[in-house]
């Protein structure tokens, strides 16, 4: 399990100014399914988890002031509670401009010469790699009018509920991280369900999630104007096993949360865990994929193709979450990251 902060960290003399993002891999057969039921060849356990130890980047375990009191009540008394975080890494290999909103890929034919930006300013290119995540890629390639039937299809995210949680001390530290652990459990299958310990100025909580998920969404186009965001529905707990999964996810929470080491810190507001009151409170983990999702290529839903090229065109790729065609039981920083580095493989 690793945390990862994107602000600062060694030798800034501060830790909690940045934002902390939880990053684990997943389960093996997370990523032998992409490969045996839809058809992402070469994307199988044996195949990426090579480039998962390339990809690993440093880390540090959190200083102990760095734990908040939520946190350490929940590491001190779940079994398998973990804890890590990430250093800094500075690459300097990219060049960006920055404020410079694309409207669509430029097609010769079915081959991508470049990209049109939204002020009206074409820029030529001899391979585009979209890589505008898994909301807004497939809103690039539908306003660039590319032919496939499965953009914008199966967009899924981890469901969550949070439970509320009153801090004995109304104080946070500010030094401390807002997330600095995690804790797994299993209910249909291993590590299918997260709590994550939440605290800051702002609150407490701890944040239940449904690893598994079978519910799927869709994109769809608002307008051809690229400064009109799409339309997104996830249709969250429209599958019944992501219902019982998530309630599930809230039973062990509020197991933890009036455990005697917890209840030493806070005390839980209750939360319905009825179908209704369920679905009234699913909320986002942030996770959205699936919506350009990678399978074989004779797949009418597969948007790219195992080396993540979209189908049927040429010199077009798509690099970002919306590829996966499942989301793994982990938060999926690493796991794009693994992406990112076969596919910059792949097309160098």
Same mark, same amino acid.
């Given at each position: 399990v690793l945390l990862l902060e994107s602000g600062g960290g060694e030798g800034t003399g501060g830790s909690s100014s940045g934002n902390t993002l939880v990053a684990t891999v997943g389960e093996p057969d997370d990523y032998d399914y992409w490969e045996r039921v839809h058809g992402c060849e070469g994307w199988s356990w044996r195949d990426v988890r090579p480039w998962f130890?390339?990809?690993?980047?440093?880390?540090?375990?959190?200083?102990?002031?760095?734990?908040?009191?939520?946190?350490?009540?929940?590491?001190?008394?779940? !079994? @398998?509670?973990? %804890?890590a975080r990430l250093t800094r890494v500075s690459r300097a290999t990219l060049q960006v401009r920055s404020n410079s909103l694309v409207d669509r890929v430029l097609l010769d034919g079915r081959r991508a010469v470049g990209v049109r930006l939204a002020d009206g300013e074409s820029i030529d290119a001899g391979m585009v790699v979209v890589?505008? @995540?898994?909301?807004?890629?497939?809103?690039?390639?539908?306003?660039?009018?590319?032919?496939?039937? @499965?953009?914008g299809q199966g967009l899924h995210d981890h469901p969550s509920i949070s439970l509320p949680m009153t801090l004995r001390h109304a104080q946070v530290d500010p030094t401390t991280l807002p997330i600095s652990v995690l804790t797994r459990?299993?209910?249909?299958?291993?590590?299918?369900?997260?709590?994550?310990?939440?605290?800051?100025a702002d609150g407490a909580a701890l944040m239940a999630g449904a690893m598994r998920v079978y519910s799927r @969404?869709?994109?769809?186009?608002?307008?051809? !104007?690229?400064?009109?965001?799409?339309?997104?529905?996830?249709?969250?707990?429209?599958?019944?096993? !992501?219902?019982?999964?998530?309630?599930?996810?809230?039973?062990?929470?509020?197991r933890i949360a009036t455990s005697k080491a917890i209840s030493k810190v806070a005390t839980a507001n209750e939360v319905s865990i009825t179908d209704d009151g369920l679905r009234a409170a699913v909320g986002d983990y942030f996770h959205a994929a699936g919506s350009c999702r990678m399978g074989a290529s004779s797949d009418p839903l597969a948007v790219v !193709?195992? %080396?993540?090229?979209?189908?049927?065109?040429?010199?077009?790729?798509?690099?970002?979450?919306?590829?996966?065609?499942?989301?793994?039981?982990?938060?999926?920083y690493l796991p794009v990251v693994m992406i990112a580095e076969r596919v910059a493989a792949m097309i160098s």
């Open positions: 130890r390339r990809a690993a980047p440093p880390m540090r375990r959190p200083r102990k002031r760095e734990l908040g009191p939520l946190a350490a009540a929940v590491l001190s008394s779940v !079994d @398998g509670a973990q %804890r890589c505008a @995540g898994a909301l807004h890629t497939p809103a690039v390639l539908l306003r660039s009018e590319v032919d496939r039937e @499965g953009i459990g299993s209910h249909v299958d291993r590590h299918d369900v997260q709590i994550i310990p939440f605290e800051s @969404g869709t994109v769809r186009l608002a307008a051809a !104007d690229p400064t009109i965001d799409p339309i997104v529905e996830f249709n969250k707990l429209s599958d019944q096993r !992501d219902l019982e999964l998530l309630r599930a996810a809230a039973h062990e929470a509020t !193709d195992p %080396r993540c090229r979209v189908i049927g065109y040429e010199s077009l790729v798509v690099c970002d979450a919306s590829v996966i065609p499942n989301l793994p039981r982990a938060n999926p």
